[in-house]
């Protein structure tokens, strides 16, 4: 019985080792790289959105020029189907905003909770 649960076991390691989907709070290198190279130009506010630097929230948003973002995106869509997310109470969003023609982004303070 100890020999079954031991081969079951390290198949079950084996086979999320393996695994070609995103992981739990991923941040995958196609998406980083997707991000970094994302345009930044704008003229006005309405220019720059956010994105997701990674599969979770809690990876954090990056300003980016609205078209550049739809790339992002859809490098998102792909490489974080399957990602799982164990931190949703992250305090990672931001305002985005055209400052000397570049987005930039600027963290958002959490909101105060009355008990």
């Known amino acids: 019985m100890k020999k079954i649960l031991t081969v079951l076991a390290c198949a079950a390691a084996l086979g999320a080792c393996t695994s070609t989907g995103a992981g739990i709070n991923a941040t995958p290198a196609k998406l980083t790289k997707a991000v970094a190279a994302a345009d930044r130009t704008c003229q006005t506010d309405a220019d720059c959105v956010a994105v997701q630097k990674g599969c979770c929230p809690c990876a954090g948003f990056e300003a980016v020029n609205k078209t550049a973002a739809d790339k992002v995106q859809k490098v998102f869509e792909n490489a974080c189907a399957n990602a799982g997310c164990t931190r949703e109470a992250c305090y990672t969003r931001i305002t985005t905003s055209c400052v000397n023609n570049v987005?930039?982004?600027k963290?958002?303070?959490?909101?105060a909770v009355a008990f």
Do not use: E, I
């Open 107 to 111: 963290l958002l303070a959490p909101k």
């Open 103 to 105: 987005c930039t982004g």
